[in-house]
T-cell receptor, first 112, second 112 residues
Framework: SQQGEEDPQALSIQEGENATMNCSYKTSINNLQWYRQNSGRGLVHLILIRSNEREKHSGRLRVTLDTSKKSSSLLITASRAADTASYFCATDEGAGANNLFFGTGTRLTVIP | DAGVIQSPRHEVTEMGQEVTLRCKPISGHDYLFWYRQTMMRGLELLIYFNNNVPIDDSGMPEDRFSAKMPNASFSTLKIQPSEPRDSAVYFC??????????FGSGTRLTVV
């Protein structure tokens, strides 16, 4: 299946440090998206990067995409306790498809 | 806009009973998705609609599950009869082409 896989499964850092999460996928895509999920809540869209883009920024978030390696990374700089959540990458199947397949997520804990 | 609205937030039902989950997408979004989230399987796409028409229901586990979208502002996911293994959080999400999904807060279903 197209489902992405995040790495690591869990990450624990001190407040102020940077957090890097990685995602690998299997087939061609139109775009890759990152989502955050706080415990007991729905997913929140963070950022979308298209297949012809290599890097994108949004506030403290930086996303890179390497289509040759079928991988992406999400960097959160200067982390805060409020960043504690699960982070998911999601990919489509390319060819105009709009349905997303989500990875298993990285559980980030930011220690105050 | 109030976002994607799901009801009920929590549902506890006995095995064999019919369960109906409801979703109101964001006005103007032409895609609607139903996902199920469990610890074991993560986020699974059950079915999605485009302009109220079901496009892909290959993720629906079995015939006990059915989904409808009678108009652009309402969708239902029905389980009949329900079984304990259907216990999960069910999310509805909506989007337009090329933009991120907006998720509802989910329905936590417990079948006893």
């Amino acid at each position: 299946s197209q489902q992405g896989e995040e790495d690591p499964q869990a990450l624990s850092i001190q407040e102020g440090e940077n957090a890097t999460m990685n995602c690998s996928y299997k087939t061609s895509i139109n775009n890759l998206q990152w989502y955050r999920q706080n415990s007991g809540r729905g997913l929140v869209h963070l950022i979308l990067i298209r297949s012809n883009e290599r890097e994108k920024h949004s506030g403290r978030l930086r996303v890179t995409l390497d289509t040759s390696k079928k991988s992406s990374s999400l960097l959160i700089t200067a982390s805060r306790a409020a960043d504690t959540a699960s982070y998911f990458c999601a990919t489509d199947e390319g060819a105009g498809a709009n349905n997303l397949f989500f990875g298993t997520g990285t559980r980030l804990t930011v220690i105050p | 806009d109030a976002g994607v609205i799901q009801s009920p937030r929590h549902e506890v039902t006995e095995m064999g009973q019919e369960v109906t989950l409801r979703c109101k997408p964001i006005s103007g979004h032409d895609y609607l998705f139903w996902y199920r989230q469990t610890m074991m399987r993560g986020l699974e796409l059950l079915i999605y609609f485009n302009n109220n028409v079901p496009i892909d229901d290959s993720g629906m586990p079995e015939d006990r599950f059915s989904a409808k979208m009678p108009n652009a502002s309402f969708s239902t996911l029905k389980i009949q009869p329900s079984e304990p293994r259907d216990s999960a959080v069910y999310f509805c999400a909506s989007s337009s082409t090329g933009v991120g999904y907006t998720f509802g807060s989910g329905t936590r279903l417990t079948v006893v």
